[in-house]
């Protein structure tokens, strides 16, 4: 096994927003365990997506939160990289000469909803017909209106601070929505999971595909670096993502698309995958659950979970929503 030099520098790129380098401080403090002595450089970068306060599809989609990132690793200005495993792309490969080398333990997959502070409400029930309920993902908005037909779904983007700002009322001229719909991963990150109330189960709103985890992305030729994020990975949770994401690929699903996924290890060790793939109202649904077979293999899952959901009209379902 390749040691890590002694003198080196690790160098982790990293987004700008408060919760990318509460990750990023994070893993820091895991090698610093691992290896003793290790100097450890954050680079952080406020990518053109971070900047962007539209449509993230009108722009070229969530892969543009890892793309600057990447571009830097590729060119050997930082070590590695953090990433959500829900920003990154599922239609295209990697780039060029990169690997997801660990993933970490994965964090709650479920989704939370939230009131403006000082709010009575608690629930999805107590919300009046009509109110207006803030998220970014087209995934939430399909299933929401599953559950509440009767609600108003409005898009809005942002650093989580901020967007809880929006919530509260505490920015000017903007109108605030009556609730919210953030990753309960997220809030634990940020130190502010008291602001949840509802908790979604997985039946009520399946997560996005990779939710909670966290991928750790270095160069495929530097050993010494790959070997030492391979000490922190965790097995059980790069079986369910590689499900998960063969799944999403085999779909050709674009940024826009509301496709969900939740990979699980039941007692036996087996792997359950469950995929879902709805119209942009949520009015159209297809959905299947399979178990591994014969070696487990989480590849192998995805790919059957993926022409099952096929069979049933996922490509006219995926096709019929603008990109």
Do not use: Y
């Not at 039946?203 to 030492?228: F, I, K, S, Y």
């Amino acid at each position: 096994m390749n040691t890590f030099p002694a003198d080196r520098t690790l160098r982790i790129g990293t987004r700008s927003s408060p919760m990318a380098l509460a990750q990023a401080n994070m893993v820091a403090d895991l090698l610093r365990k691992e290896q003793p002595g290790v100097q450890v450089e954050l680079v952080s970068v406020t990518t053109e997506a971070d900047l962007w306060q539209g449509d993230l599809a009108q722009l070229g989609g969530k892969g543009l939160f890892v793309k600057q990132i990447d571009a830097l690793l590729q060119r050997g200005e930082v070590d590695m990289a953090v990433h959500c495993l829900k920003d990154v792309p599922g239609d295209t490969p990697l780039p060029e000469g990169l690997v997801f080398a660990a993933h970490l333990p994965r964090d709650d997959v479920r989704d939370v909803l939230l009131f403006p502070e000082g709010s009575p409400m608690r629930t999805l029930d107590d919300l009046p017909p009509g109110a207006a309920v803030a998220t970014s993902a087209v995934r939430r908005k399909a299933q929401l209106h599953r559950m509440r037909p009767d609600l108003d779904v409005v898009r809005m983007r942002g650093a989580v601070g901020s967007r809880i700002d929006k919530l509260d009322g505490r920015r000017r001229g903007e109108a605030a929505p009556d609730a919210m719909i953030l990753a309960t991963s997220g809030l634990a990150r940020l130190e502010l999971s008291h602001r949840g109330r509802q908790v979604f189960t997985v039946d009520e709103m399946l997560p996005a595909v990779g939710a909670g985890a966290l991928g750790l992305e270095c160069r495929q030729d530097d050993e010494a670096m790959a070997g030492l994020l391979g000490r922190l990975d965790h097995e059980r949770t790069t079986n369910e993502v590689t499900a998960e994401r063969v799944m999403l690929h085999d779909l050709r699903g674009h940024c826009n698309s509301p496709i969900a996924g939740h990979c699980t290890t039941e007692p036996d060790g087996r792997l359950s995958l469950r995929g879902m793939v709805f119209s942009d109202d949520g009015s159209k649904l297809v959905h299947t659950r399979l178990r591994s077979e014969g070696g487990n293999d989480p590849a192998v899952l995805g790919a059957r979970v993926a022409a099952e959901l096929l069979r049933q009209g996922a490509r006219e379902i995926i096709a019929g929503i603008p990109h």
